[in-house]
């Protein structure tokens, strides 16, 4: 299974947080301990359904009733299944060597100008996700 980058993605990977958010940010391990793998399967087959359409994907819930750690597992599993990285392939080198650099100003200032060389969606993302984890 490998998935695309688009909008129902990130309308996943939204519903996904707010569920955790809501329910779970005091839990210790929240994306350590794994979830049931069919259930987890489940949870992402649901939503990406090919049967379905945009919009109905975009309709469908993540379930407040699911265990916590098979939400966080179903949201790491969508993450690993991306086709591209959400940092790229072609600037995943850049991003590397801008980590390395000594000087933090310019460090910053590298990492800034990366970040504005990724695809709309990939930014997008990525920030939903600094978001969360901050």
Same mark, same amino acid.
Request: glycine letters at 4%; proline letters at 2%; one cysteine or more.
């Given at each position: 299974?490998?998935?695309?980058?688009?909008? #129902?993605?990130?309308?996943? /990977?939204?519903?996904?947080?707010?569920?955790?958010?809501?329910?779970?940010?005091?839990?210790?391990?929240?994306?350590? /301990?794994?979830?049931?793998? #069919?259930?987890?399967?489940? /949870?992402?087959?649901?939503?990406?359904?090919?049967?379905?359409?945009?919009?109905?994907?975009?309709?469908? *819930?993540?379930?407040?009733?699911?265990?916590?750690?098979?939400?966080?597992?179903?949201?790491?599993? &969508?993450?690993?299944?991306? $086709?591209? *990285?959400?940092?790229?392939?072609?600037?995943?080198?850049?991003?590397?060597?801008?980590?390395?650099?000594?000087?933090?100003?310019?460090?910053?200032?590298?990492?800034?100008?990366?970040? $504005?060389?990724? *695809? $709309?969606?990939?930014?997008?993302?990525? &920030?939903?996700?600094?978001?969360?984890?901050?």
């Amino acid at each position: 299974m490998q998935n695309e980058l688009d909008d #129902s993605g990130i309308d996943f /990977v939204k519903k996904c947080i707010q569920v955790i958010e809501r329910r779970g940010l005091d839990e210790q391990g929240l994306y350590r /301990v794994v979830g049931m793998q #069919s259930k987890v399967n489940s /949870v992402v087959a649901g939503h990406f359904d090919a049967h379905k359409t945009v919009a109905q994907r975009l309709a469908t *819930p993540v379930e407040e009733d699911i265990e916590l750690k098979t939400i966080c597992s179903a949201l790491k599993l &969508y993450l690993r299944t991306l $086709k591209e *990285p959400v940092f790229t392939f072609k600037l995943h080198n850049r991003f590397i060597e801008a980590a390395m650099i000594d000087d933090k100003a310019d460090r910053i200032r590298t990492l800034h100008s990366l970040l $504005k060389e990724l *695809p $709309k969606q990939n930014h997008e993302l990525l &920030y939903i996700l600094m978001s969360h984890l901050h």
